[in-house]
């Protein structure tokens, strides 16, 4: 009798067992990167690549809510930097700025393939990690704090209205701290379950042209904005389990042998023969 109640408690785990809330990931990851940013505002002439890209780097960590979808809060340091002379044709007006960036953003990410870097093994109450190289997409909601310096000296040469505009700009009261709206790619690689290394291209939307101090000595019409590109490593963990059943000991009554939630963390013969 005891050995067909074992066979039947074994049948039942294997066809239920994915309905039960199984942690099989790590769920926390902290670290840093460093990388690049990048002015894209009126004083560069292209929307993706900036002439005066500046060293940044900065502080993030990571929350998984699954195994594909994530949290991050990052804060990240840098500079941003842009001068007419870098083009041809905006030599003329001879504009330039600078000044500090802070970062401040909470991101949702996907990614990809990331369901198939820790599995669960039904059979054996195992978390398998598979190591795994996945892009993932990212977006979310920022704040950047800038407190720029432009320089409107400009050239013999600088037209009319650009002057008028610049005079309008050192009169302006505007914010230093704006709302930014960030948004990119990236691909991360496992280089063991707890250490990764990522790299991201990720842009922002300021909701103000006046990141750079600039505006109407420029381009009034369109607001900023800036890149980061950023080379990461993060260190990935979670409660402690010793037995990598998915289940963490604080909750695990059997924390030597691999089980499964409806089993109490127990391996299902030695659950049963607890119970009597």
């Known amino acids: 009798m005891k050995l067909t109640v074992r066979f039947a408690l074994m049948a039942m785990l294997l066809v239920v067992g994915p309905a039960y809330s199984q942690q099989v990931y790590k769920r926390w990851e902290v670290g840093g990167g460093v990388g690049f940013s990048g002015y894209l505002g009126d004083l560069n002439k292209s929307d993706f690549f900036s002439q005066e890209p500046k060293i940044s780097g900065g502080l993030l960590g990571r929350y998984h809510i699954s195994r594909q979808w994530a949290l991050r809060g990052a804060l990240t340091f840098g500079t941003l930097s842009g001068d007419d002379a870098n083009f041809e044709n905006r030599k003329a007006r001879g504009f330039k700025t600078r000044s500090p960036l802070t970062d401040l953003s909470a991101i949702v990410e996907y990614d990809f393939l990331g369901k198939n870097r820790f599995k669960y093994d039904s059979t054996a109450f195992q978390v398998r990690f598979k190591r795994k190289f996945s ?95 950023t080379l990461s490593i993060t260190y ?14 604080e909750k695990d009554e059997c924390t030597n042998e691999p089980g499964s939630v409806k089993m109490k963390g127990c391996p299902c013969l030695l659950y049963t023969s607890r119970r009597g």
Not at 171 to 183: D, E, L, R, T
Not at 236 to 249: E, H, L, S, Y
Request: hydrophobic residues 35%; without cysteine.
């Open 236 to 249: 990935r963990f979670d409660k402690k389990d010793k037995d990598r059943d998915g289940i963490p000991d």
């Open 135 to 229: 892009p993932y997409l990212f977006t979310g909601v920022g704040v950047g704090f800038t407190n720029p310096k432009p320089d409107f000296t400009g050239t013999a040469s600088t037209p009319a209205n650009f002057r008028q505009g610049a005079i309008a700009d050192m009169a302006a009261n505007y914010s230093k701290s704006n709302a930014v709206i960030p948004f990119g790619i990236g691909v991360r690689y496992d280089l063991n379950e707890n250490w990764v290394l990522g790299a991201e291209a990720g842009f922002r939307l300021a909701f103000s042209d006046y990141l750079d101090g600039v505006s109407q000595g420029a381009n009034p019409s369109r607001d900023d904005r800036y890149k980061l590109s």
